[in-house]
């Protein structure tokens, strides 16, 4: 007689339950969340060019010092990171449960690039969702490979920034500079556009909603192109997965030994790199200016070293007691990231488009740095209100509801 043997059933993969999350996790997406406020505050307050300049104030100065030292590329860094991270985590937990894991992650790549893509158009011009959308599509490439082919290719990865950054330092230290060269330096921190500064002051601080929605649409299929800052985030893309392979952060305290030499070096090359380029202030390709390239040279280095350091402290220190009871409402700001992303760029267009206060190129850093704390504060217990009641935040659930096409509950079960 044939023996009959049962097989559990399949369960379809889903939302990560919030007893499913590792908590270092959504803590660290929380800081990471805030950290790009800081830096964003002066794409939102004013042209990118301005914010290049030295202030005449010295609070002014010395916040926009303190941001290039603490804040400029870590924590894009640290996202990208947590992005990379990500896609491990959901991966593997679709293989443990036997089902098709890359045309459920294509679906939920789409409908994060139409999200980017309208809070593009219809808010704000220096969205990151659509970039990140296009290189986790590249991304998906190397979810089977080894461990150390992932440390390759990021090594590859950052080494075209490195080169390019290489040459303009060469350049402004000789005072030769080729053709081709400053063309893309131009690009890449826009100056190839000299009246450009002036027409966007006008736009944002003056125009119409309706011109800035029309401005921006036909800006978007330039800002699909590729750059040297794609090279960047999607080497910190292949670490994260890397770290989310390795399972670094399930369980911080057997991996304990390691976050602390991972904290001891990235302060010590950290600190080191971008107190130069703190100095040497914000990039500038010029030929004269080598402090300028010196430190965005170093930048490539110093920015993950110091982002590393960050996570390794955060992820430590949330081991401990008090400190865990301190950082546990970033959990929610977190597990909220998109809706936070975005409530961020309507409260800074409220504030400095004509539409709203009409701010635009009125605020410098040091108040800039202080709005951020404000809205940040405003975020922190908002978050933590709102996953009392509800299970994602209004963003995440339509992000989940079209990926797995199905509404999904939206109420906290008592």
């Known amino acids: 007689m044939m023996e009959v043997v049962h097989v559990a059933p399949v369960r379809p993969l889903g939302p990560v339950r919030s007893q499913d999350r590792i908590e270092a996790i959504d803590i660290l997406r929380g800081v990471a969340i805030l950290g790009i406020l800081i830096v964003n505050m002066g794409l939102f307050s004013m042209p990118e060019v301005i914010g290049h300049r030295s202030w005449s104030s010295l609070a002014d100065e010395g916040a926009q010092r303190l941001i290039l030292f603490t804040a400029q590329e870590k924590f894009k860094t640290l996202f990208s990171l947590l992005f990379g991270l990500g896609l491990a985590v959901q991966m593997m937990r679709a293989e443990a449960r036997g089902v098709g894991f890359v045309p459920l992650y294509a679906r939920r790549l789409g409908v994060l690039f139409l999200i980017g893509a309208m809070h593009f158009v219809f808010l704000w011009d220096g969205d990151i969702l659509h970039d990140y959308a296009l290189l986790g599509c590249v991304l998906l490439l190397f979810r089977h490979r080894s461990l150390d082919t992932l440390l390759i290719w990021a090594g590859v990865a950052l080494a075209i920034p490195a080169l390019l950054y290489s040459l303009t330092t060469a350049s402004a230290i000789t005072g030769r500079v080729s053709q081709p060269l400053a063309t893309w330096a131009a690009y890449e921190i826009g100056t190839d556009n000299p009246g450009g500064a002036a027409e966007t002051t006008r736009l944002y601080s003056q125009g119409t909603y309706a011109d800035m929605v029309k401005t921006r649409a036909q800006e978007f299929p330039g800002d699909l192109l590729p750059d040297t800052d794609d090279a960047f985030v999607f080497a910190m893309f292949l670490l994260g997965l890397y770290a989310g392979r390795r399972k670094l952060f399930h369980d911080v305290s057997a991996n304990r030994f390691l976050f602390r030499r991972v904290l001891g070096w ?149």
Request: aromatic letters at 14%.
């Open 266 to 414: 990235g302060l010590g090359l950290g600190i080191a790199g971008n107190v130069v380029f703190a100095i040497g202030g914000a990039y500038d390709p010029t030929p004269g200016k080598v402090m300028e390239n010196v430190g965005r040279l170093c930048l490539v280095i110093a920015a993950p070293a110091l982002s590393f350091s960050y996570a390794a402290a955060i992820a430590l220190l949330s081991q401990r007691t008090r400190w865990h009871r301190w950082l546990k409402p970033l959990a929610a700001v977190g597990r909220t990231a998109l809706s936070n992303y975005l409530m961020q760029s309507v409260f800074c267009t409220v504030i400095f488009y004509g539409a709203g206060l009409a701010l635009y190129g009125r605020v410098g850093p040091f108040s800039g740095l202080l709005l951020t704390f404000g809205i940040f504060l405003v975020q922190v217990p908002l978050s933590v209100w709102w996953l009392r009641r509800f299970q994602f935040g209004p963003i995440e659930w339509l992000w989940r509801s079209l990926t797995y096409w199905r509404l999904q509950p939206m109420r906290v079960r008592v």
